[in-house]
């Protein structure tokens, strides 16, 4: 949507356009900020423009007017005094004229009380009489008060009737917090929510009625009204549980779409899946783009990290819709790129998950040797990790952590009160499939995967505790100490659960040609998503240098200092009887990892041994098989 308030100069253009732009969370624009510094030289000396002059300044604000139609619009406050000048504006099809008009008496009143306007007092005359009244547009009395006017141009049919830029499909949590978040952006929003009797009716028009301060924020019940109100090419955003669900959606939209129209999947499906659909689409030649989205209600609201993949060209169609929604980096950058082909964004989506799941699991497990190993209160373990943070360890779910330590209900701490029963909705174990399938090691996050499975099966362990009397015991050792070597276990882990992470996503990105910028991948997840820290900060550098963190000169350095640290938190924990499933299988990791000699050779001979399934030779550079005659 582009309005363009017009009028002679003391009109009241900048007044009513920000108002204008307040209302409609629309961004707004003055002309005369857009004046070569020629033109503000000749008015300030009072002297006119000539439509030479001002040539140059219209075709600037015509190429400005199409990227703002492109991230959903904007309001411009522009004089436009003669209609060759409007029809220079006319690049955009649909515009919103508001024209302000007023006596010569009124105006130069205005102008007389503006202070340091370089517009000087004396010009009105002549722009009073370069102005070509307009046939078309909304006039306005500049004698009435700006919010009167505003009210007025609320009024007009063609602002309540535009076409949405964007719309959004599913009114959970997510859908409803980035439908939010596109309208707080001035992007024009539609939303869309299956009608089930008695379950599920009316939930989008009630939220768009129950948000009007969101004027552009349309809701609809009704599947082909709500599709007909979306501006060409259709971008439908949808934000729907994954699975069987994404493809009846899909279905059911495709008869109702045209070429070129953009359907995103914002949800977490699985990339398999979403290649399929990207394919099967890309035939009828409908664009899908997959993308992951993370944060979180919070981030869905205030500003998600997102990972689109799929097809460049639809991407670039939606990149200046996402980028004004997206969190933002250190430096202001858009925390959403993208990220490649098929699948891709969902993938690394899943990738990102899977580490979130371990990046919890460590901090249990940190907590749980904290509460019962070093007996610190829930408020002593959350003061210690709160320092944590402002010593190099800042992460988004050590602040949430640190937080949900001191919440109390009644006399008990809340987190007293929660049942020790971890759910999962899925990434985390496509994750360990996908790893698997592709032969790469992953046990650090793996066993995050299976502490959640061990803590959901509840009944069994408490029979099991019962049976071993299992208790965890305290440590005897000094806790200042202790507490050093568990902030550097802690620290170790977090660098090994990035470095399989990016590593399953390089060993598949070199399988499949997806070509994925690392670098770029952890700058995106800098900000808005769940596992954003001053670790992911620093690794966007890292990456530059290579494509393994373990290879980089400063993790290297800060391995050779924490191993032993992390080795001995381990061994203490497990005579203590803790479990500590992420930092043991870190450990074993980075230690297999690191080695040039480990005890493979006694596994292939003993699969010789059995069946002769042979061995290559140290001494052998051919990597040649043997088989060993073992009896003899
Ligand atoms: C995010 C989260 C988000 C969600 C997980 C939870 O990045 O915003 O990862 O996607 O919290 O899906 O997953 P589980 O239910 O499997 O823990």
Request: aromatic letters at 8%; one cysteine or more; a negative charge.
């Amino acid at each position: 949507m582009i309005i363009i308030v017009t009028g002679v100069s003391g009109s009241g253009k900048t007044t009513l356009g920000s108002l204008l732009a307040k209302k409609l969370r629309l961004p707004f624009f003055d002309a005369d900020d857009f004046h070569p510094p020629a033109n503000i030289q000749k008015m300030s000396m009072g002297i006119p423009l000539t439509d030479q002059d001002r040539l140059p300044w219209l075709e600037h604000l015509a190429d400005s007017m199409l990227q703002w139609e492109n991230s959903g619009g904007g309001i411009l406050a522009c004089s436009a005094l003669r209609e060759n000048y409007r029809e220079t504006l006319q690049v955009v099809p649909k515009i919103i004229w508001l024209h302000l008009k007023g006596s010569k008496e009124l105006l130069h009143e205005r102008m007389n009380n503006r202070e340091g306007h370089y517009m000087k007092p004396g010009l009105l005359d002549s722009q009073l009489e370069t102005w070509e009244e307009p046939e078309y547009g909304m006039h306005l009395d500049v004698s009435k008060t700006p919010e009167t006017l505003l009210e007025e141009v609320m009024q007009l049919d063609e602002i309540n009737a535009c076409e949405s830029h964007f719309g959004v499909i599913g009114m959970g949590v997510m859908g409803k917090s980035l439908a939010l978040n596109l309208a707080e952006n001035g992007i024009p929003t539609a939303v869309y929510n299956r009608h089930v009797p008695g379950k599920e009716e009316k939930i989008a028009s009630t939220f768009a009625t129950t948000n009007q301060e969101f004027p552009l924020l349309k809701g609809f019940d009704n599947l082909e009204a709500f599709i007909g109100s979306l501006a060409k090419p259709r971008k439908i955003l949808l934000m729907i549980p994954a699975g069987a669900v994404i493809d009846q959606q899909i279905q059911q939209l495709e008869p109702m779409l045209e070429k070129g129209d953009i359907i995103i999947d914002g949800g977490n499906s699985f990339f398999e899946d979403s290649t399929r659909r990207f394919r099967a689409l890309s035939e009828k030649e409908l664009h899908y783009i997959p993308m992951g989205v993370s944060g979180g209600e919070e981030g869905a609201r205030k500003g998600p990290s997102m990972m689109p993949g799929g097809n460049k060209e639809a991407y670039d169609i939606i990149a200046p819709y996402l980028k004004k929604i997206a969190a933002k980096d250190a430096s202001g950058k858009a925390c959403v790129s993208f990220i490649g082909p098929d699948g891709s964004g969902h993938f690394i989506k899943m990738v990102h998950n899977s580490i979130e799941y371990a990046e919890m699991q460590v901090l249990a497990e940190t907590v749980h040797l904290m509460k019962y190993g070093l007996k610190l209160s829930y408020p002593e373990i959350s003061k210690i990790m709160k320092s944590w943070g402002t010593e190099g360890l800042k992460s988004y779910l050590l602040d949430i952590t640190v937080e949900i330590l001191t919440v109390k209900e009644g006399k008990n701490f809340l987190l007293d009160l929660i049942l020790d029963k971890a759910e999962q909705k899925g990434t985390g174990g496509w994750s360990l499939t996908t790893a698997l399938k592709y032969h790469v090691p992953y046990s650090p996050l793996s066993e995050a995967v299976t502490a959640r499975l061990l803590s959901s099966q509840k009944e069994d362990r408490e029979e099991l505790a019962g049976l071993y009397s299992h208790r965890f015991g305290a440590f005897a050792e000094d806790k200042v100490i202790l507490l050093e070597k568990l902030k550097n276990a802690y620290t170790l882990t977090r660098i090994i659960n990035h470095e399989v992470g990016f590593n399953l996503m390089h060993q598949v990105s070199e399988q499949e040609n997806w070509n994925l910028d690392f670098s770029e991948i952890s700058r995106i997840w800098t900000n808005g998503c769940i596992i954003r820290s001053s670790l992911m900060e620093n690794m966007t550098g890292l990456f530059k240098e290579n494509s393994s963190l373990l290879k980089t000169k400063a993790i290297k350095t800060k391995v050779k200092e924490l191993r032993f640290d992390l080795a001995y938190i381990i061994g203490l924990g497990l005579q203590h009887a803790y479990a500590l499933p992420v930092m043991s299988a870190a450990a074993n990791y980075l230690f297999g990892r690191i080695t040039s000699d480990s005890s493979a050779n006694l596994i292939q001979a003993q699969r010789d041994f059995f069946g002769a399934h042979t061995f290559q030779r140290k001494e052998d550079p051919t990597g040649g098989y043997y088989h060993s005659d073992w009896k003899n």
